[in-house]
């Protein structure tokens, strides 16, 4: 008993030592799911909608990412955390008519999350070297938007409408991932991160009230539906590849 009681002092006593605050901004690149959206776009994409226009599309898929972590260091290496970050993707239908008048069709879909998340991260330093490796878990909340956008425009300017339904959501969020790091001195480290992150919203609703064309008129809070009829849900979820700057104070 003896022993272990001065073990925990010596532990107690130490961690003021190695104590500090961290500062971990990041940036870089993520996938997202998206197949339900997908699956919807592409019946919008295939419909009479675009019958006889000349069209493309861009599906969801890549989507960049920016955060800060912001938490303490307790012991070398073990951090806890909370981290806020921001997710953004994008995905567009385009119709030109071939013949005159060339009008152009958009609709465009810029959707976001921004996650808050509170974790801990493990980092193991190599003896006499300046390389590191380690993993990281957080958990939280992503509050997500989705614009619903149409755009109509003619060629020589004499007409443009757009219509906008803005909605809301949000869901439970999971970022696991190991990383790779680099000690530029003992208070900056360079990171590089590879890992997966789950974050799926189970439905959005409007914003708003929306009065526009029929596809984007919805009541305040209505839960938005898919061609299907199903509830339309956003799947933040994908692989993550980011830069960390790590400043420890």
């Given at each position: 008993m003896r022993k272990i009681a001065v073990s925990v002092l010596c532990l107690l006593f130490s961690v003021p030592v190695f104590a500090g605050i961290v500062v971990k901004p990041f940036g870089g690149y993520t996938t997202v799911s998206m197949a339900r959206v997908?699956?919807?776009?592409?019946?919008?994409?295939?419909?009479?909608t675009f019958d006889g226009l000349n069209k493309s599309r861009t599906n969801f898929r890549d989507a960049y990412l920016a955060g800060l972590d912001l938490g303490y260091s307790f012991i070398p290496g073990l951090d806890v955390c909370l981290r806020g970050e921001y997710i953004g993707a994008y995905s567009e239908l385009k119709g030109k008519n071939p013949s005159p008048p060339p009008d152009n069709l958009v609709y465009s879909f810029p959707a976001d999350i921004m996650p808050v998340l509170a974790g801990v991260s493990y980092t193991y330093g190599f003896s006499?070297?300046?390389?590191?490796?380690?993993?990281?878990?957080?958990?939280g909340y992503g509050f997500a938007h989705l614009a619903l956008t149409q755009t109509e425009d003619a060629y020589d300017g004499t007409y443009s409408v757009k219509f906008t339904a803005p909605t809301y959501g949000g869901g439970f969020v999971l970022d696991s991932a190991v990383k790779f790091g680099y000690a530029i001195s003992s208070m900056i480290n360079l990171n590089l991160t590879a890992g997966y992150?789950?974050?799926?919203?189970?439905?959005?609703?409007?914003?708003k009230d929306t009065i526009g064309s029929s596809m984007f008129t919805f009541a305040k809070d209505e839960v938005i539906k898919g061609p299907d009829g199903k509830d339309l849900n956003l799947d933040f979820g994908g692989l993550i590849l980011n830069i960390a700057l790590g400043l420890n104070f």
């Open positions: 997908n699956s919807a776009l592409d019946g919008l994409y295939n419909s009479s006499g070297s300046p390389f590191s490796i380690g993993a990281e878990a957080y958990a992150r789950q974050a799926k919203v189970s439905y959005v609703k409007s914003l």
